[in-house]
Each structure stands twice: as C-alpha cells, then as structure tokens.
C-alpha cells in the first residue's frame, strides 16, 4: 500500500527520469537512486575529499606533461632501468601510459565534482575514489623523489620545453581560469558570508592577473622578430640507431643519407690494444653475449681480447627486441644484413668519416684495471689516431674535461680539434684558446650559449632528439646538435613555433581581452540570476523553512520541507507509532503545501 502511495504521489508531482544527473552522481559518489541524492550543503570532509581530487588530477596532468617532454630520452631512460635491473623493458610506455589513464581518471572525477557544484548535489566522493586518488598523489610524489635522484637532467628538460611550449601554456591556462570564472562568480553570490565570498574573490583576481601577464616573464627565442641564426648541424650519435643496430656499419652508413656533418661514439680498449666503438661498459644489451660468453655477460668490455669481441653478434638484438618499434618495416634482406653486423674498430670509423669528408667525435671511455693500456690509453689513442694522414686535424674532435688535459694534450700533438667538455666559461676558453665546446643540454642554459656565439666559440649540444628541441637549440645559436634521431632531424627546414614570430603579441592580446569580457559577463549573468532566484515565489516558500529567523529554529532538511515535520505523539514517542493509510500520507502531503504557500504570502508581505 505505502509504495503504490509513493508511486502515486511521484505520478502527481509530475516526477522525470533524471538519467544525467543519476550517472552525475553515481559515478561520482555511487549514489544511483534519487532517495539518496542531497541538495544540502555539503560537509568540509567531502570538500576536502573533492579538492585532493583536483589536487590528484593537477599531478596527474604535470606527469603527463613530463613524459611527453621526457620522451627524448626515452630510450636511455629504458636502460638506465635496465642497468640496475639487468633486464630491458620498455618502462616508459608502461609509466605513460598509466600517467594517461590517471589523467582521464581523476579529470573525469572533477568534471563530476564540478557538475555538482553546478547543479548544487550534494558532493558525495565514493571511498574507492578517495583511496585510488590519495594512491595517485602518493605515487606522483615519490615518483618525483626518485627521478630527482636517479634522473636529474630530465628536470632540466622540462625547465627547457617552456622555452618552446610556453606560450601554448599560456593560453591554455588562461582558458582553464576563464572556465572556473564561471564557478568563482557562482560561489560568490551563493556564500552569504562576506569576507570568505570577497576573499575568494580577489584571490581569483590575483590569479587572473597573473595568467594574463605571465607572457611577461616568458623566455621563447623562437617567437622574437629578429632574424633567425643559421641552422645547426647535426652529428650522428652511434650512426642511426633508431633505423639500425647502433655503433654498427650499416647504423654509421644509413645517418650518411641523412645530410649530417659528423659521425659520434663512445671507444673502448681491448686487452690487446684495440680500439673499438661501444656506448655502454658491456655486452650485455647490445650482443648476444648471453651464449657465447654466457659466465661473462657483465663482464667489462675492456677485458675482451678482439679475438674474443668478433665473435659476438652486435645486430640481431635490435630485431629482437625492436627498441623503437620500427622493425616491421625493414625488408628481409635488411633484416638478414643487421644479423651479419659485428663490432666496429675506431680505425673504420675513421675510415668512414675520411670517405665522405665528415667530422667524428667520440668519447673514450678508461679501461678497467687489469687491462695493460689503462695507465696510457691516451697516448696509445693518440698515436693509433695520427696514423690517419688523410683526416683533416679539425674534422677530429678531442674531448677534455679540465685544464690540465689541454696542456697535456698539445705537448703530444697539435693535430687534434681540442674541444671542452660541459660548461666552461668563456673566459676560460679564451685563456686556453678552445674555441668548441661540446655540452649536454642540461649542462648549459640559453645564456650560455649566447655567449658562446658572441665569442666565436662554437657549440654542440648533446642529446637532441625531438624537432621541438632542434628548434629551440636553433633559434638560441647552437652550432650543432648531436642526436640519434638524424632521420628526423634533417627534415626540420626552419623553427618550430606555436605561432610565426611577431604573431604571439597579437595573439596574445586577443585571449586576454576575451577572456576578461567572458568573465565580466559571467558576473553579470550570476547577479542577474540570483536577484530573479531571490524574488521567485517557490525559492522565498523554499528558504523560508531554512532560514534562522532566531536562536532556537533548526535548519530543515530536504525531507522535512517536501513532507513536512511532525511532532511525535507520547504513544509515537513510547514506540507505539500508528500506522498511516496511503490517503493519510497524500492529505499530508497537500497540508505542508498549503503551509507552505501560506509561508509565501507572509514572507511576500514582510518583502513589501
């Protein structure tokens, strides 16, 4: 009987599947009937619950910009991992894409948080959201401890990409505060306290201001109107490693078709004196060590003899692990070559670079102790590279660290590019008369390398990957870049920019202005609407029953204003409750609205 009454009563007052709001809510905070859903404000813990929310989707949001920076060292992110790990995996797609999911995740869940703001729910965040968010705040934060520790030179990318993405960000941002413009002018005129609703209200201010003049502090050489400095050349770092086995021939004689300027590596020294090409320590990674040498898979590479080092495999571990998911477009004679490749000598190298009139610069790495060459691998390296009458002393780039390694290098020759390794500062160079550095691009800033042009001291930053990268090096005066992505690189024709420089200002100009006249209007549309809420009929019978007119009136529910409070009988309040027929129920449904519409006329009188 009670539930064909409340069916009855749902049909009269004309009640409507709220499908929206029911999945607003439910999805939010599992509250799927109606019964259960609120308009009463909500608690502080709830609000809290709805800030780390948004909290938790701002990290998610910076991780996910950072991947998409980091993805320049992506692959040397991999194994680094797998250096500690001794098993490569592609941990950065894993990382990425679960940085995505959490983005869609905890943005979704604003979204909700925000739709009840809107339309004025009650927040209700479901305890599985708050620990899956809490969880995600607490994983942001480590993972940024332990980046710092183990990869700091990828917080200096990041500083580095808002030379380039910075004006895109700026307008994104302002964007993001126009649309919670609309929130902040809704909260003012529904906080009745004035100093929260005026505070609030000028922090949003200090913070629209700020968006809108942040460009002023904004640092992107790509966007000046000046003229654009010469392109930079590009060396090839291990060949092309991304299209072939790297610091192999046929890695070295595919960057060739990439219009390149120079040819770069790392050397190692066998035990009986030879000098050959590897970027890491060991064999590990690059080989097939695993089963011919399988008791010295970790092995330093210096304690090889070549006898030993030319029967490894240095090719078919790019077909089996296919680190840049480019292997299904190479043809079975390619794949058949890279199968065939073994470890390239120093003397090749050279060779190579003599042929096609390229530059080569290599990094060589100490032997381990026990190997005989490790108290004069230098002078030996030396000797073994003069050999070469037909390299051209500036083609060939001798890398020093300090000082004293100048000294000591000139007093055996002088045929050698003597090139500074890091950040020097000019004064320095021009004291020892060096006149290249070569520099990792967290190890100098743009200053730096303005400073280098304007001395005639040239620069070559290491490892640029990304076009985005290449344009921000170019349009700062880098003379060269080095990078394993040559095939990308040589197709960059001018800078990549947000915008065509000259063009940010006007652009720039034209958001503020529309976002200033957005906000203004939603201002205007919120005191519009709260003025016609306060004289509507219904809002005043509905306020009335909650309002505090003294001391002792309590605040009424949502139940008790739709069906009205009854003060229980002694036979009620003994627990003798009597049971009400369905037409009681409907007679005392239409009894609270005659009161309330009574409440309407008196409170009408009391306006006028």
Not at 313 to 334: H, K, Y
Not at 543 to 554: A, D, F, L
Request: charged content about 15%; overall charge negative.
């Amino acid at each position: 009987m009670v539930a064909q009454s409340h069916i009855r009563l749902e049909k009269d007052q004309n009640y409507h599947n709220q499908i929206c709001l029911s999945c607003i809510a439910g999805c939010y905070g599992c509250r799927w009937k109606r019964y259960r859903r609120s308009k009463d404000p909500s608690s502080i813990r709830e609000k809290i619950f709805a800030g780390i929310a948004t909290l938790s989707f701002m990290f998610s949001t910076f991780w996910l910009y950072y991947w998409i920076i980091a993805d320049n060292d992506a692959y040397d992110f991999n194994r680094f991992i797998a250096t500690g790990t001794h098993s490569y995996f592609d941990w950065y797609s894993l990382f990425y894409a679960l940085t995505i999911v959490m983005v869609v995740y905890t943005g979704v869940l604003v979204a909700f948080a925000v739709s009840h703001l809107v339309i004025g729910l009650q927040l209700h965040l479901h305890w599985s959201h708050k620990c899956l968010v809490i969880v995600n705040i607490a994983g942001c934060v480590a993972s940024a401890i332990v980046l710092s520790q183990m990869w700091p030179s990828s917080y200096r990318l990041l500083v580095i990409s808002f030379h380039m993405t910075g004006p895109f960000l700026q307008i994104t941002a302002v964007v993001v505060v126009t649309g919670i413009g609309w929130l902040v002018c809704s909260s003012f005129f529904r906080i009745s306290n004035a100093a929260v609703k005026y505070s609030i209200m000028t922090v949003y201010a200090i913070l629209v201001l700020f968006t809108y003049l942040s460009p002023l502090l904004m640092y992107a050489p790509c966007l000046k109107s000046s003229s654009t400095p010469p392109r930079p050349t590009i060396i090839a770092h291990k060949g092309a490693p991304q299209l072939a086995p790297e610091n192999t021939h046929v890695s070295f004689e595919t960057s060739l078709n990439y219009n390149i300027s120079g040819l770069e590596s790392d050397v190692h020294i066998s035990l009986d004196g030879q000098l050959f090409l590897l970027h890491d320590y060991t064999f590990e990674f690059t080989s097939n060590i695993a089963s011919v040498f399988p008791d010295r898979v970790r092995e330093p590479a210096s304690n090889f003899t070549w006898e030993e080092i030319q029967t490894l495999d240095v090719g078919s571990w790019f077909l089996e692990r296919d680190p840049f998911n480019n292997v299904r477009r190479l043809s079975p004679e390619q794949r058949e070559l890279y199968r065939q490749q073994k470890v390239m000598l120093l003397n090749d190298l050279l060779q190579l670079a003599v042929v096609n009139d390229k530059s080569v610069v290599f990094d060589l790495k100490p032997p381990h102790e026990g190997n005989p060459y490790a108290e004069n691998y230098v002078n030996y390296t030396i000797t073994e590279i003069l050999e070469h009458k037909d390299l051209k002393a500036y083609k060939l780039w001798w890398l020093v660290n300090q000082e004293s390694d100048v000294s000591y290098v000139r007093s055996i020759t002088d045929d050698l590019l003597i090139t500074a390794e890091g950040r020097w500062d000019v004064s320095t160079l021009n004291r020892v008369h060096i006149t290249n550095i070569n520099a990792e691009y967290s190890e100098v800033s743009d200053s730096d390398i303005r400073q280098y042009s304007s001395s005639n001291i040239t620069s070559n930053i290491y490892q640029v990957g990304k076009e985005w990268m290449y344009s921000l090096f170019w349009c700062e005066g880098a003379t060269s870049v080095t990078s394993s992505a040559c095939q990308t690189l040589s197709t960059v024709q001018s800078p990549h920019s947000f915008v065509k420089p000259g063009g940010y200002l006007a652009l720039w100009i034209t958001v503020d202005i529309i976002s200033a006249a957005a906000i203004v209007a939603f201002f205007f549309l919120h005191r519009r609407h709260h003025y016609e809420y306060l004289n509507n009929p219904e809002a005043i019978s509905l306020n009335s029953g909650r309002n505090k007119y003294g001391p002792q009136t309590r605040r009424k529910s949502d139940k008790e204003l739709l069906f009205g409070a009854k003060k229980p009988s002694p036979q009620e309040s003994e627990g003798d409750s009597p049971v009400r027929t369905p037409q009681e129920i409907l007679n005392a449904a239409d009894a609270t609205q005659k009161d309330s519409l009574h409440d309407n006329e008196v409170v009408g009188f009391q306006l006028q």
